[in-house]
């Protein structure tokens, strides 16, 4: 047995992926690289250098204070958008090395995917969405930060599989590593905001059809392996997808989450109040280009220029930017 210590370094790294993953992985080295060329890492491939520029970014920081589903929350264990984003890593790397993807690709997108997500969650995006002719969208707020705001040159694939996680994008992401994502994002945010909800007192567990239960299990780990498990089954030769049986399923859970939770009548002053902090701060920056801060002010319309500052707030600091300047 040889004791020392062999050094891994960039090159190892690539080669073992080629024998360790699957065929219809996306290889470090053959990456479509980067907007600027830069010489490669001694150590780190190409994606794994993503994954560190954006775990080390500010805009990641921010999601601390982020809302997942709960405004401003009072108990230390409700969901925040950096928890969120840490599930969905896991989950997506817990994938990807099933399937035999590159994990480092799928944690960078993963890692990157909500980072130009707005303060108070949904409610923000939406207002913001109304507010631009063009309409608004936080995954491509996620790449205008890693590209233009807080630039990080990131590779191509790993841009392309933040922009396209949503399930909105009929057109789906370029890799299997950015699929990868959009499953591991929904199974994240529908079983840990089901938990929240019935710590708030929201839902009792007996609220969730028994349907849903009788094919998920019970809420919490349970729901995450059954709904994992749906990926494996359903994936086959290139394409990434879930079993039918668990994706109706995981979609009448959705359904049955936005009428009883996002949704609910309850919550209708929260996202008021939401609305009108939002609306607010974007038409005072509008008017007052001058005080946004440098980094803040790229080629384009004040609007534009506003709308990027204040997607960037946390919830407390546009809750105190706004009562600030009023």
Excluded at 109 to 129: K, W, Y
Excluded at 301 to 307: K, L, R, S, Y
Excluded at 308 to 320: F, K, N, S
Aim: proline residues 4%; hydrophobic residues 35%; glycine residues 6%.
């Amino acid at each position: 047995m040889n004791d020392s210590f062999v050094l891994r370094d960039r090159i190892w790294r690539e080669q073992n992926e080629r024998v360790s993953l699957s065929s219809i992985a996306t290889f470090a080295d053959s990456t479509e690289g980067r907007i600027n060329h830069e010489e490669k890492d001694l150590f780190r491939t190409e994606f794994e250098r993503d994954r560190d520029r954006i775990l080390h970014s500010k805009a990641f920081r921010r999601l601390k204070h982020k809302t997942q589903v709960f405004i401003n929350p009072d108990g230390d264990h409700f969901i925040t958008r950096m928890s969120h984003t840490l599930q969905v890593t896991q989950i997506g790397r817990s994938i990807a090395k099933a399937l035999g993807l590159n994990p480092d690709l799928t944690e960078a997108i993963c890692l990157g995917h909500d980072v130009g997500h707005s303060p108070f969650g949904h409610t923000g995006e939406d207002v913001l969405n109304e507010m631009l002719d063009n309409g608004w969208s936080h995954s491509e707020n996620s790449v205008k930060i890693f590209k233009h705001i807080e630039p990080k040159n990131l590779t191509i694939e790993t841009l392309n599989g933040i922009e396209k996680h949503p399930w909105k994008y009929t057109e789906p992401p370029k890799t299997p590593e950015g699929m990868v994502c959009r499953f591991a994002d929904r199974i994240a945010y529908l079983s840990h905001d089901v938990e929240d909800a019935v710590r708030a007192g929201v839902l009792k567990e007996s609220d969730i059809p028994k349907d849903i239960t009788d094919v998920l299990g019970e809420p919490g780990k349970n729901w995450i392996n059954s709904l994992i498990s749906g990926v494996f089954k359903g994936s086959s030769n290139s394409e990434i997808a879930m079993d039918s049986e668990i994706l109706d399923t995981m979609n009448r859970l959705r359904d049955f989450m936005f009428k009883n939770v996002y949704l609910r009548e309850e919550t209708m002053k929260q996202r008021t109040d939401a609305k009108r902090i939002v609306e607010f701060l974007v038409n005072y920056f509008t008017k007052r280009p001058q005080d946004l801060p440098d980094f803040y002010i790229q080629d384009q319309t004040d609007i534009q220029n506003a709308v990027d500052y204040v997607a960037g707030m946390t919830d407390r600091y546009a809750i105190a930017t706004y009562e600030k300047l009023n």
